[in-house]
């Protein structure tokens, strides 16, 4: 978990403290880099991409990794402002549902056809799209 930590304390700018990261320092310091934004009305969304790499672990380093994972989420998600809960919101993206946590609503995406897709890459000015048909 101190990768998450400073992986995300790093994305905040906020100041990394040599030595020991706990779970709590972390959430409290991100509550304290959002709490402006609070105070001036904007809601804050956290994107986390991937995170079937930190709960869709096997064996006992798997699940503690998911059950601290999941510990932080809980935490980050209430944030402590005279007894209402924030409106943080985490999007998570995943392959894999995330199970055993509260406050979870599960949406499958799609994937685009390739057709859609090269639309939009090329109109974003990538020409060197390669057109190749997948059958399923």
């Known amino acids: 978990m101190r990768a998450i930590y400073l992986n995300i304390m790093n994305t905040l ?17 991100i509550h304290e880099k959002i709490q402006p934004l609070k105070s001036e009305g904007q809601s804050v969304l956290f994107l986390l991409d991937n ?10 380093e798997g699940k503690n990794l998911k059950a601290a994972f999941v510990q932080f989420l809980g935490r980050l998600s209430e944030f402590d402002s005279k007894d209402k809960k924030t409106a943080l919101k985490l999007l998570l ?10 406050n979870v609503e599960n949406f499958e995406v799609k994937s685009l056809e390739s057709s859609s897709s090269e639309k939009i890459l090329l109109f974003k000015g ?11």
């Open 13 to 29: 700018e906020l100041t990394v403290p040599v030595g020991y990261v706990d779970l709590n320092y972390v959430v409290t310091r």
């Open 126 to 136: 990538i020409t060197n799209v390669i057109h190749t048909r997948r059958i399923n």
């Open 93 to 102: 993206t995943s392959r894999t549902q995330l199970q055993d946590a509260n």
């Open 51 to 60: 995170v079937e790499q930190f709960t869709a672990g096997n064996g006992k």
